[in-house]
């Protein structure tokens, strides 16, 4: 079966900055895009990032900002989000996920899901 590792969250302060890293097997990773969504208790899951096979990103509107930038390691059969100047409203699970067919930047495009992964921003 498709198994995605998510690691790299945890408790930081305002300002720091993250990579989380989420680790696929070779199947996986070379045939489908992944990508990055997170959400928090009592919202929807949130589109953040997603990445080719050529690795050609493509962003939300928030991850488009500057501060996100995902990434991938064709050696590690990983992909990154890199996250910088850390807010508090960045609070969340982060959700690494893959599809074959992205039809749409939404949850329901996604076949494949990590267990999540909390980053928590201390105010």
């Known amino acids: 079966q498709v198994q995605l590792i998510e690691s790299g969250g945890g408790l930081v302060q305002v300002g720091d900055s993250l990579r989380l890293s989420c680790a696929a097997d070779?199947?996986?990773?070379?045939?489908?895009?992944m990508g990055w969504f997170r959400q928090t208790p009592g919202r929807e899951r949130e589109f953040l990032a997603d990445?080719?096979?050529?690795?050609?990103?493509?962003y939300s509107s928030d991850a488009m900002q500057g501060r996100f930038t995902i990434s991938r390691d064709t050696a590690k059969n990983t992909i990154y989000l890199q996250m910088n100047n850390l807010k508090p409203d960045d609070t969340a699970v982060y959700y690494c996920?893959?599809?074959?067919?992205?039809?749409?930047?939404?949850?329901?495009?996604?076949?494949?899901w990590g267990q999540g992964i909390q980053v928590t921003v201390s105010s």
């Open positions: 996920a893959a599809t074959r067919r992205r039809l749409a930047s939404v949850p329901s495009s996604y076949e494949y």
């Open positions: 070779l199947r996986t990773f070379s045939s489908t895009i």
């Open positions: 990445i080719t096979w050529r690795g050609t990103p493509r």
